[in-house]
């Protein structure tokens, strides 16, 4: 059975930080891009950061360079995100999800769209 689990949401003040962790099971982890996107109350997706296992390259967008950081275990089949310098914009259910064909440029561009695994979402609250 594929499994994304998210952990690691809460509530923080604004400034503060957090670690998103995604939790892999089920499938080949290290052949799949591994996205963040994102949706807050009455807002569309938004893709966050994206991390090809395979390359270890990473990918982000603009609302969030230079504050957040991807990464992967592979002997974990675990994806993070460290996310510093929250704002209260960043507040949203974050969501990870995974996909052995389509890409994280494709990934960001389009929010996860189509990306064939999800997971359940974990709660991100920053108050300021």
């Known amino acids: 059975e594929v499994q994304l689990v998210e952990s690691g949401g809460g509530l923080v003040q604004a400034g503060g930080s957090l670690r998103l962790s995604c939790a892999a099971s089920?499938?080949?982890?290290?052949?799949?891009?591994i996205l963040w996107f994102r949706q807050g109350s009455g807002k569309e997706r938004e893709g966050v950061s994206c991390i090809s296992v395979t390359s270890g390259r990473t990918y982000y967008a603009e609302s969030v360079k230079r504050r957040f950081t991807i990464s992967s275990d592979n002997a974990k089949n675990a994806t993070y995100l460290q996310m510093n310098s929250l704002k209260s914009e960043d507040t949203a259910v974050y969501y990870c999800?995974?996909?052995?064909?389509?890409?994280?440029?494709?990934?960001?561009?389009?929010?996860?769209?189509?990306?064939?695994?999800r997971g359940q979402g974990t709660q991100v609250t920053v108050s300021s």
């Open positions: 999800a995974a996909d052995r064909i389509l890409d994280c440029q494709y990934g960001l561009a389009y929010a996860g769209h189509g990306f064939n695994f």
């Open positions: 089920g499938f080949a982890f290290d052949d799949h891009a």
